[in-house]
């Protein structure tokens, strides 16, 4: 048997399990399987190594892309930049992260914008699909400012957006969990009705399609896009992982 799988807490409403059961079914793979681990803890991550030799590779979702990066053996130059795991390959007896995270968002964004014209953004929240963001708009010269309830220097408060910064910062995305399954009655604080049709609205959430924050962006005239793309690419830049011999 090989065997793959997801970690994170909860994981009740995970896309993965019947994404990659799906996939086995159609390609014939019936030695293999996808299940999911629900940790409460990161310190539990061990002992689910120990218990299951069969293992091949693991997703990480949150809240964990950040803490599991203590527990592995080596990290991609990419993870290592980007300070964040959300795919764990196992090759003799050696955990080896990788973000492909960052891989989504770039092939899903890049069709979406001219660089000529979208080149500032504002990425709300500051976890670890927020460091992935950061990293590919850097790589293509988005100046980006980090919105964060935190109180640190190196971020903006949410109360800080207004019409004046949103004049400029042409591109805004939603890294928080406001609004994702079952909780959908959430969305990001935001002056929502300072946008228009010179912004684009990306919701890294693929559940619901358009969560209220999306519909809150498109009732002004943004362009809206939401997280399927991106993690339908993570997915399959998963599969290749687990797939290559090291
Ligand atoms: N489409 C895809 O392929 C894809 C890939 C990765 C992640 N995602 C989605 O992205 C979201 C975040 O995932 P993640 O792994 O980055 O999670 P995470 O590491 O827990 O980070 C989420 C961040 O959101 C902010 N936040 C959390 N709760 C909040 C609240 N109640 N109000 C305002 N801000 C809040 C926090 O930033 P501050 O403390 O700075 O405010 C936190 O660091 C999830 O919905 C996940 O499903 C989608």
Not at 28 to 52: A, M, T, V
Not at 58 to 82: C, G, H, M, N, R
Request: charged share 25%.
């Amino acid at each position: 048997m090989k065997r793959f799988g997801l970690i994170g807490y909860p994981l009740d409403h995970s896309f993965s399990k019947k994404y990659f059961t799906e996939k086995f079914k159609a390609e014939g793979l019936e030695d293999h399987s996808f299940e999911l681990y629900p940790l409460n803890q990161i310190i539990e991550f061990p002992y689910l190594l120990e218990q299951d030799p069969a293992l091949i590779g693991l997703a990480v979702t949150i809240p964990y892309k950040e803490s599991v990066i203590d527990y592995l053996d080596q990290l991609s130059p990419e993870a290592q930049a980007i300070g964040a795991v959300n795919c764990i390959s196992f090759h003799d007896h050696r955990t080896i992260g990788y973000n492909t995270d960052s891989i989504g968002f770039e092939r899903s964004l890049l069709p979406l914008i001219d660089l000529e014209k979208i080149n500032k953004a504002l990425v709300l929240g500051s976890g670890g699909a927020s460091k992935a963001v950061h990293f590919i708009l850097n790589k293509l010269k988005i100046e980006c400012k980090i919105v964060s309830r935190k109180n640190d220097k190196r971020f903006m408060l949410y109360e800080q957006i207004n019409a004046e910064i949103l004049k400029t910062f042409n591109i805004i995305i939603n890294t928080t969990p406001l609004g994702m399954y079952p909780h959908t009655e959430l969305y990001p604080f935001f002056p929502y009705e300072h946008l228009n049709e010179s912004h684009l609205v990306y919701d890294l959430i693929y559940n619901p399609d358009q969560t209220l924050f999306l519909q809150k962006a498109r009732s002004g005239g943004a362009r809206i896009k939401n997280g399927y793309e991106m993690l339908i690419i993570q997915a399959e830049e998963n599969w290749k992982i687990w797939n290559t011999k090291q």
